[in-house]
């Protein structure tokens, strides 16, 4: 935010602002703070104007930034932005905003609707209107006065590229003829019906009607092809052959030849009412197009789901891309549609940058960091593509959101062991390991794949073995690192001369468990059972009486039960018990975002969580 010493209004107003900051700097997801924050602003010295103190139109303009950066999708706030900027410094100013909203939601049909508007409006030249520049966002500002550019698109075109297509343009196309029927430009009206009645959209039959009652005013040429005409032409004069008649009048030619380009548009029609037809089942569907931060509704979410998959069925790639862009206004705080979308987009040839963007805009925009799994993606496939570097610049930025993710610590020593080696891939984890900012089971999980990679990647056992028992005396309260370690002794091959040392082995992992750890008695039972399966199938003729014992010890009733006493350290004295919350970290599964990727529940009810 913008260091201002005060604000413009009195000193209960400015109070009041500085505690809204607060509020939102504490904690930025949450929009009614937001909301609050922005009316006390435009609530100072009375109501905002032309007239309004430099401080307080400066904490006005600040907080209308920060908040479309934090949420930009919020199409009716661009426009609220621009209205003021419009009332307070002038045209100029609003053009601006409506650009870097219109930069910001480019399908908004709403936005771009009000934009042309705006400047039919404010602008009494017509090719002012009609000739605009297609701006990229990062330099908008410095752009908008280069009057000179000569990277000029006409703005009404600009939106029809980026809106053209929804299922609801009609505003915006109703716009656009409004616009040409001011300037009495009775081709563009035309041709702008012309390029509509092909469009599968909700108020086609309307577009329809009028194109047909224009086209028979308007000459041949507009209508068809010169090939098209020719054909026509061709097929008036064969029929006249074929009947012996005199040669046809130019006008009964003429008649001739629109009956049949008619006929030819109304082909066009009635395709146009097919794929309005099919795409109505799930238009119908949608109730919330727009974006918000509240949660959707399974059902709705279903609905895109299978609107994404006709689309992409039917083949039509500029609408299977619209289609997408849509439903990302929508399901923006979904992950699940960011990475659908960036597999089908990567499915198509050469379209990397593309894909690039697609993780781009997750990652920086709408999937918060809280759900790191688009942002791995990311990286995965940056070092696809050779850019190493980026790959793990997005692992680092992770991590100093959130420290303790593991799954982020260990995609990025696999990336090191991947790209230079397992040296490097181990300085990782030790260096994650000898931070003060990652909790101790955190540690935990990172020590197990330490010796995990030295003994699948390195080869080395006696390694890995003495990295778990150099280790337990730090990590004793994490089922995760006993977990691990019983699973690398039980994974280790065993000939009829070593099976009683490898007995003695998993043996001792259990009493160091047992008399160490601080983690539940139901933690330990289950940990436990692995040991009796162990006993049973692989123990010597005297592996029974072990068992009995921990039957006895374990599972029997108090007055036998072992699990009660407390936890030794290594010097032999007790250990104080884990609070229920830390006791929760310490039996917690370490899982990797993969495993949370299932098939949707056709039938689920209610709200669908971001989670």
């Not at 830390?582 to 209610?606: C, H, M, V």
Request: aromatic share 12%.
């Amino acid at each position: 935010m913008a260091d201002f010493s005060h604000f413009g209004g009195g000193d209960e107003e400015n109070a009041e602002i500085r505690k809204l900051t607060a509020e939102v700097e504490a904690d930025t997801d949450n929009f009614e703070s937001w909301e609050k924050l922005i009316r006390a602003c435009e609530a100072q010295e009375g109501g905002l104007n032309r007239n309004s103190s430099p401080q307080a139109l400066a904490a006005l303009r600040d907080v209308y930034d920060r908040f479309l950066l934090k949420f930009p999708l919020m199409f009716g706030y661009w426009k609220k932005y621009a209205d003021l900027e419009f009332n307070i410094s002038g045209p100029e100013s609003a053009e601006m905003i409506y650009e870097r909203g219109c930069a910001s939601i480019t399908n908004c049909v709403d936005l771009w609707a009000s934009y042309c508007s705006f400047k039919m409006e404010t602008t009494h030249t017509p090719h002012l209107v009609r000739e605009r520049r297609g701006i990229a966002a990062p330099a908008l500002q410095n752009d908008l006065h280069d009057r000179t550019s000569q990277n000029r698109g006409r703005l009404f075109e600009r939106a029809a590229t980026c809106v053209g297509l929804d299922f609801l343009a009609h505003p915006f196309w109703d716009k656009y003829l409004e616009y040409e029927e001011r300037q009495e430009a009775h081709d563009k009206i035309f041709a702008i019906l012309q390029r509509v009645i092909h469009i599968p959209m909700h108020q086609y039959a309307r577009y329809f009607e009028r194109f047909r009652q224009l086209a028979h005013n308007r000459p041949l040429s507009e209508l068809a092809s010169a090939e098209e005409l020719a054909r026509f032409r061709a097929e008036v004069d064969a029929e006249a052959a074929a009947y012996g008649g005199m040669p046809r009048q130019e006008l009964e030619v003429e008649r001739e030849i629109r009956g049949r380009i008619d006929t030819m548009y109304y082909e066009t029609f009635r395709r146009t009412q097919e794929e309005t037809t099919k795409r109505w089942t799930y238009e119908s569907e949608i109730k919330r197009p727009y974006f918000h931060v509240t949660e959707l509704e399974h059902s709705q979410m279903s609905n895109w789901r299978k609107y994404l998959d006709f689309e992409e069925a039917e083949g039509d790639i500029a609408r299977i891309i619209f289609l997408y862009e849509r439903c990302l206004v929508s399901c923006a705080l979904y992950d699940e549609f960011w990475f659908r979308y960036a597999q089908w987009m990567s499915s198509q040839e050469g379209k990397e940058e593309e894909v690039r963007h697609i993780y781009m805009r997750a990652a920086t925009l709408f999937v918060p960091v809280s759900r790191p799994g688009i942002r791995l993606q990311f990286a995965y496939f940056e070092e696809a593509y050779g850019r190493v570097d980026v790959a793990r610049d997005i692992h680092e930025a992770i991590l100093i959101q959130l420290p303790d993710c593991v799954e982020a610590i260990v995609s990025w020593a696999n990336l090191q062991r991947r790209q230079s080696g397992l040296d490097a891939a181990i300085e990782v984890y030790k260096a994650q390991i000898d931070a003060p900012q990652v909790d101790i089971f955190t540690k935990a999980v990172l020590v197990t794949q330490w010796a995990y990679l030295l003994w699948k990647i390195k080869g080395s056992v006696d390694e890995a073995r003495a990295v778990f028992a150099k280790n337990v005396q730090w990590y004793a309260d994490s089922r995760h690192f006993w977990q691990k370690w019983l699973e690398f002794e039980l994974e280790q091959p065993t000939n009829a001369q070593l099976e009683a040392q490898h007995g003695e082995r998993v043996k001792h992992i259990f009493d160091e468990l047992r008399s160490k750890s601080r983690i539940s008695a139901g933690a330990k039972k289950g940990l436990f059972l692995i040991y009796i399966a162990y006993l049973q199938e692989r123990g010597d003729k005297d592996a029974m009486k072990q068992l009995l014992v921990v039957d006895r010890e374990i599972y029997g009733p108090a007055s036998t039960c072992s699990l009660s006493k407390p936890a030794l350290k290594e010097n032999g004295a007790t250990r104080p018990p884990l609070d229920e919350i830390t006791l929760q970290k310490a039996e917690s599964n370490y899982s990797r975002y993969y495993e949370y990727i299932a098939e949707p529940d056709a039938a689920a009810q209610g709200t669908a969580s971001f989670n």
